[in-house]
């Protein structure tokens, strides 16, 4: 059974509840492959839900979701790991090993789960450091890091496998406005070099604008619009319409 | 109480897939020594301080009442079967549960509390065999090298009161503490701490692995860690000594 060739991640009629709360109800969209869209929406819309249910760290109540060309709820956990390599995750707070050093955080997957010899190893951490400015801090520790350096340092390890996906939770929250702007031009960065197809999560209208080329806006776990950013300013939906004149 | 029950079977079947994970690959070396350097090499002063201290505090009261009995040629080999045979199994199970048991609850806990354990697998790396299955295995091998070493440290602490005492030689001091001493004696109590090492291990990496409690969550795995493990190992314990006495009746005093 396959999904149309260029999606990259598509949902459903999605749901998803912890106990009696319900967090997502039916939700559907498609993100065709090298496009960016971000998932705007209140805290508590199951936003960050949405994410750990595309990686499979959640499953879903019913429904189906789709990551290139493969169903990937009912697989099996070995299979799993096999569609993890697909995508890259930005989490909120960067979620670095605290107990390793930066190069140890990269080195960590790489090692495991590639061939790499400890000079390509030692190459390809360069590389994605230095693409996103922490080519210096290699050796530094998480705790030594700064906000915006740690939000870096989670997009590096995010990138370090090379995938075709990239998630990315709250990538600007907790920074002033300046860094956050930097993260939002990495990941504009990395899909315009790569062709990666991006999915952000955030409240950061301005950010979402800048970064993505469709909006996706979730209010208590319904999908409410889903358009261009052009398409959702003038949705029919007011809670749309006002979320993006915030 | 079925809560009781539901909590000791979900920790049940944790230490039953950490055994299963353990035939699985990859083997997970690096992880293993290095929690053997964190559970063995770091607990060993205060494991060696504990059994000396006892070790003599032990002989200081045993000697007041033996000398009334004119039993003080004893002391030697009542300090070493108390050692050997309980105090030392015990008191290291008990040692390693408050100092590694917590380590591994708020360790674990705040992991998952931080996302790095969502991390791990977002990574596409297996996270319970990464962090679990060494934690356990560590605690495993250390508790036995351990109790050795609180053992004759307390053998030492007790030498040391007895010759301040009564100038008792340290070769006779020896031969006295081993002259009945049999190996049923020293192996069954001595292994049966890899049995406490595997509940220390699977218990507090349980309630830090499945905790979901947030930043509160890491102070509560931490204490439940201790508190529980320490609990399971002196109830164990007594069944344990059960066993041994069914199996080796000649170690029963």
Redesign the interface.
Known sequence: MTTEAATAVAFKHVSKSFGAKRILRDVSFDVPAGEALCILGRSGTGKSVTL?LI?S?LKPDSGDIWIEQEEICGLK?TEI??V??K???L???A????SLNLYDNLA??LL??TNKTPDEVDFVIDRVLSSVGLEGDKRKMPSELSGGMRKRAGLA?ALV?EPKILLADEPSSGLDRITAAEIDELLLRQKAEHNTTLIVVTHDVRGAKRVGDRIAVLDRGALIADGTVDEIVHSENEIARNLMSE | MSNVFEVAGDVSLFGLRAVTSLFRR?IEGDQIRQQLAEVGSKSLLLVIAAGFALGAVLTLHTRSTLVTFGATAWIPTVQALAFFLEIGPLVTGLLVAGRVGSGIGAVLSN?RA???I?????????SFKYLVVPRIIACTIALPILTIFLDFSGVLGGFLAEYAASRLSFQMYIAQSFASFEWSNFYPPTVKTAVFGFIIGTVSAFLGYTTNEGARGVGRAATRSVVISSLLIIVIDVLLIKLIFFIFPESAI
């Open positions: 750990k990686i760290l956990e790991s096999r993890r390599r995508v890259g995750f989490f909120q707070d979620a670095l090993f605290d960590l997957p495991r789960l390890r496998l | 990859p992991m931080t996302e790095q969502d991390a791990i697998e977002s990574l596409s790396i297996d």
